[in-house]
């Protein structure tokens, strides 16, 4: 029984993703609190407990595109199950960094992880570059939370409407969330992830438990899984080479900590203690919901509906097991986290682009500032939604993702030399993240998924390990005045903070 078979009943379909849309207006008003100050329309007054930073953490975390483009890589093989190493590990080292990210956020009145970024290392320019990088990594990910808001609307149209028609419903739907988001900033974002995540991971991981002990998806359809289904990526007999399944799982769990969504919500929380506790579930959150999640995709991978479109495959799957009913809580769930990854997305690159793009040449006041983000999200919406007509049938949606992994972890050297220690200037920071993202973009372009004659490196890795060379070189040989050391001594200094032993240093090398 496919979507074009069933009697339309547009009741059931529109009518419950009425119902959760008027529950998220409900929330944004039941709790709305007028900002102050654009610091406060940022960061939201850093006044949240840990399980409001764990609810947001995973909202940013797992995006709609999780229930097409991932639950299609777990259907089609064990490529999918490299999100649950990346994820949590990604998550585990973040708490690491939640101390002095936190402290330094609380201290210097920091709004951005690009913000951080100029202040460890004392220069606009590399906060520019660092949010130049992640805008466009970012971009990616909401134009794969568009596509997959499409796919729901074409589900819940029961087939009947276009491609261009799906987009544009989907695109609408997103317009009139961000009326709250631009108008409420990161307040209105933090309530509604509540919310939502608890629809769309919550009630998805309830959901497909219960569905593995039915006959449809039953965990015993897992043990009867064909041979070519339990190859690892890079195996003898696969078509990758050894290090393709570490490049992903590595640049996972390194790009995870370099995400501008992931620092936006340290610098919201109340305290180092809400900090940690937060990240500390949002490991609980994120496992627990994807490892459900793959255990489901494989359990109905084998069926012939799910197997002519894995993306489509949530969705059918729901839609063979209950009907309409159930078809339509698939969409209401798809519908929540996507609507929550893109409300993140676009609230932290318009949040950037005012912050530290448009300051490029004089400061702005707070009301200056809060127009700019306001205006930077409607644009940046706007080109997401073009890239996601261009790109809505492109057969592998999670090269999308992958690719952005690619371009995010060139933050990642500065990010952690900044962060654990005092090596390292701005000419580094500067040179290597250029070296490195440029080098990630040519090799992207020639080899989008893969490097075969590096063993299945990715662009990524390549460009990371220059970038690498370069800030340790200029680490090395532009050596820190004493105006700068007092700065660093200082900086480090501040709430006891004393840097983690140096890894690197001209004395030792």
């Given amino acids: ?43 939201g007054g850093r006044s949240y407990s840990a399980f409001y930073i764990g609810m947001s953490y995973t909202n940013s975390w797992w995006p709609g595109a999780t229930f097409t483009a991932y639950f299609a890589m777990t259907a089609t093989g064990m490529l999918g199950l ?4 990346y994820s949590t590990l990604g998550v585990t080292a973040m708490y690491l960094m939640a101390r002095r990210a936190w402290q330094w956020g609380k201290h210097f009145n920091l709004r951005t992880q690009p913000d951080l970024l100029g202040m460890r ?36 149209s029961f087939g009947r409407w276009g491609v261009k028609t799906c987009l544009v419903v ?10 709250w988001t631009v108008s409420m900033g990161m307040r209105g974002l933090i309530m509604t992830d509540v919310y939502q995540g608890i629809i769309a991971y919550g009630l998805s991981t309830l959901l497909c438990g219960l569905l593995l002990f039915g006959d449809y998806a039953s965990f015993s359809h897992i043990s009867e899984l064909p041979e070519k289904m339990l190859i690892v990526p890079g195996a003898s007999d696969s078509k990758y080479g050894p290090y393709y399944m570490f490049s992903l799982i590595f640049s996972g769990i390194i790009g995870s900590m370099c995400w501008p969504m992931s620092f936006q919500r340290i610098y919201t929380a109340s305290g180092i203690r809400s900090v940690k506790k937060g990240t500390l579930l949002t490991i ?23 197997q002519a479109n894995p993306q489509l495959g949530f969705f059918n799957a729901l839609l063979q097991t209950g009907g309409v009913w159930l078809l339509a809580v698939a969409i209401v769930i798809v519908l929540a986290a996507s ?41 940046f919406i706007i080109i997401a939604a073009v890239l996601a007509y ?12 992958q690719i952005s992994y690619q371009g995010i972890i060139q933050l990642a050297v500065p990010l952690f030399f900044g962060i654990f220690g005092k090596f390292g200037n701005k000419q580094g920071a500067l040179a290597g993240m250029g070296v490195g993202i440029i080098i990630s973009i040519i090799l992207t372009i020639i080899f989008p998924d893969d490097i075969p004659q590096l063993g299945s490196l ?16 200029c680490g090395l040989l532009i050596p820190h005045d004493a105006a700068e050391t007092k700065r660093l001594d200082d900086i480090f200094e501040k709430h006891n903070l004393a840097p983690l032993p140096q890894p690197l240093s001209a004395k030792n090398f």
Avoid at 170 to 179: C, H, K, N, T
Avoid at 458 to 473: D, E, K, Q, R, Y
Wanted: positive net charge.
């Fill in 1 to 43: 029984m496919t979507i074009n078979e069933i009697t339309p009943n547009y009741w059931v379909t529109f009518g419950l993703m009425g119902i959760f849309l008027a529950g998220m207006i409900a929330v944004l008003y039941l709790t709305n609190q007028k900002s102050q100050s654009f610091s406060d329309y940022a960061v």
């Fill in 82 to 85: 490299y999100g649950i190493v």
């Fill in 121 to 156: 290392y004392n220069s606009p320019m590399v906060k520019r570059l660092a949010s130049i990088i992640g805008i466009l990594c970012v971009l990616p990910w909401v134009v794969l939370g568009i596509q997959a808001l499409g796919m729901l609307i074409e589900f819940a």
């Fill in 170 to 179: 989907g695109v609408m739907l997103i317009f009139i969330r961000q009326y």
């Fill in 284 to 306: 609980l959150f994120v496992g627990g919901f994807y490892s459900v999640l793959c255990l489901y995709a494989l359990a109905v991978s084998q069926h012939p509906l799910i």
């Fill in 339 to 379: 609507i929550g990854h893109v409300d993140g997305c676009v609230q932290v690159c318009g949040t950037q682009f005012a912050n530290d793009l448009a300051t490029w040449y004089r400061p702005l006041n707070d009301k200056q500032l809060t127009m700019l983000a306001k205006s930077g999200m409607v644009i």
């Fill in 390 to 401: 261009v790109t809505f049938n492109f057969t592998r949606l999670q090269l999308l993702a």
């Fill in 458 to 473: 990715t662009s990524g890795m390549i460009g990371l390990a220059c970038n690498f060379g370069v800030f340790v070189a």
